[in-house]
T-cell receptor, first 116, second 115 residues
Framework: GAGVSQSPRYKVAKRGQDVALRCDPISGHVSLFWYQQALGQGPEFLTYFQNEAQLDKSGLPSDRFFAERPEGSVSTLKIQRTQQEDSAVYLC??????????????FGPGTRLTVT | DQQVKQNSPSLSVQEGRISILNCDYTNSMFDYFLWYKKYPAEGPTFLISISSIKDKNEDGRFTVFLNKSAKHLSLHIVPSQPGDSAVYFCAASANYGGSQGNLIFGKGTKLSVKP
């Protein structure tokens, strides 16, 4: 089956523009996570959905960041009025939350955002 | 303050030998630990995981060891192959009552396996 896909793979935005990043999780996966990875760092948590409910958005760095997953499958991360410090790779991950104690998350290839 | 630490930014190993990657954590609430491998321009790929109720998990050439008292885990790759050359991330999560927690990552260790 298909893995997690993300689009676009690369995005260049001028400072002040709005961007929308899309994530298609693995079919049937209940949980969906967004992470931000700066150069030379590990991924850092942004937000978490269980089905369509956004259960945790504590990692979103500012109110310019907004995420949604209206039908419990595809998710969109939106960044308004982009700033240079938003330049990073944005990773999406999904998990089946099987209830057996396995909590592996499967990652997409990421979207590299460059704000100029 | 980093909750998951990988203190070695890089490691170089000869093909066929053992690679040992180390990870330390500070949060005693973590109950699930994972290792991911990452190639350039790709997302992290899940490698192996371990629950806090175990001290060892093995999958082929990969074994993860967990020492809860020391808050330390390690990934052993035996034998190492050139294709194992990548950045390895240690990650941890705290999962309460079946509700999944987010992953906290270390900064990664770049492994180079030389032929």
């Amino acid at each position: 089956g298909a893995g997690v896909s993300q689009s676009p793979r690369y995005k260049v935005a001028k400072r002040g523009q709005d961007v929308a990043l899309r994530c298609d999780p693995i079919s049937g996966h209940v949980s969906l996570f967004w992470y931000q990875q700066a150069l030379g760092q590990g991924p850092e948590f942004l937000t978490y959905f269980q089905n369509e409910a956004q259960l945790d958005k504590s990692g979103l760095p500012s109110d310019r960041f907004f995420a949604e997953r209206p039908e419990g499958s595809v998710s969109t991360l939106k960044i308004q009025r982009t700033q240079q410090e938003d330049s990073a790779v944005y990773l999406c991950a999904s998990s089946s939350q099987s209830g057996t104690g396995s909590y592996e998350q499967y990652f997409g290839p990421g979207t590299r955002l460059t704000v100029t | 303050d980093q909750q998951v630490k990988q203190n070695s930014p890089s490691l170089s190993v000869q093909e066929g030998r053992i690679s040992i990657l180390n990870c330390d954590y500070t949060n005693s609430m973590f109950d699930y630990f994972l290792w991911y491998k990452k190639y350039p321009a790709e997302g992290p790929t899940f490698l192996i995981s371990i629950s806090s109720i175990k001290d060892k998990n093995e999958d082929g050439r990969f074994t993860v060891f967990l020492n809860k008292s020391a808050k330390h885990l390690s990934l052993h790759i035996v034998p190492s192959q050139p294709g194992d050359s990548a950045v390895y991330f240690c990650a941890a999560s705290a999962n309460y009552g079946g509700s999944q927690g987010n992953l906290i990552f270390g900064k990664g260790t770049k492994l180079s396996v030389k032929p």
